[in-house]
């Protein structure tokens, strides 16, 4: 069975603390993905990687940064958590160079900044 | 930037049909639909290329005009399973490489 699996289900960080949320595949997938989830907005890209080592800045990259040390290993980090930055996350992986082929999801971390 | 989707939420009771449809403002190379229940991850439904294609699964149908940029999702004869909130992800032309952006999402309710 294919997965994408995020390290928490469930995060909550003081503002000002830095947070790492990361997200491991066993699919061998080049893509990988962080999405961020909030009502009414669906699911915006924050970055999107290629390879290791390689990324992408998607439509909301501030406040953000990312690391692909490893093909199956991508972290997303708040450098400095905000408030505006509670949210659901979410982390993809799919097939590099195929359109053809879906992106796997993982469940999602809700984090919460106080 | 995003597609839009509409309409942004949709009632139906069970055994109707509904259409989601998904704009883009940029050339795109595929479309993608999801479905997400409340709690879960995004589930793949279907991937539709460039050349107007048109794909079904089960009762659960899409198209894809390039020219127009558009794609829209059919679902016939709804069933309770159907309700969730549905995504479509779009690839640019330009970027072929697999980045998808994705809309702000349609939430499906089924009623008995």
């Known amino acids: 069975d294919v997965k994408v699996t995020q390290s928490s289900r469930y995060l909550v960080k003081r503002t000002g603390e830095k947070v790492f949320l990361e997200c491991v595949q066993d699919?061998?997938?080049?893509?990988m993905f962080w999405y961020r989830q909030d009502p009414g907005l669906g699911l915006r890209l924050i970055y999107f990687?290629?390879?290791?080592?390689?990324?992408e800045k998607g439509d909301i990259p501030e406040g953000y940064s990312v690391s692909r040390e490893k093909k199956e290993r991508f972290s997303l980090i708040l450098e400095s958590a905000s408030t505006n930055q509670t949210s659901m996350y979410l982390c993809?992986?799919?097939?590099?160079?195929?359109?053809?082929?879906?992106?796997?999801f993982g469940q999602g971390t809700r984090l919460t900044v106080v | 930037q995003q597609p839009v989707q509409s309409p942004q939420a949709v009632i139906l009771r069970e055994g109707e049909d509904a259409v989601i449809n998904c704009s883009s403002s940029k050339a795109l190379y595929s479309v993608h639909w999801y479905r997400q229940k409340h709690g879960e991850a995004p589930i793949f439904l279907m991937i539709l290329l460039k050349g107007g294609e048109q794909k079904g699964h089960d009762k659960i149908s899409a198209s894809f005009n390039e020219k127009k940029q558009q794609s829209s999702l059919y679902l016939t004869a709804s069933q309770l399973s159907y309700s969730g909130t549905y995504f479509c992800?779009?690839?640019?032309?330009?970027?072929?490489?697999?980045?998808?952006?994705f809309g702000q999402g349609t939430e499906l309710s089924v009623k008995p």
């Open positions: 990687s290629y390879d290791v080592k390689m990324k």
């Open positions: 699919m061998d997938h080049e893509n």
């Open positions: 993809a992986s799919s097939l590099m160079g195929q359109s053809n082929t879906e992106a796997f």
């Open positions: 992800g779009t690839e640019p032309y330009y970027n072929q490489g697999g980045k998808l952006i």
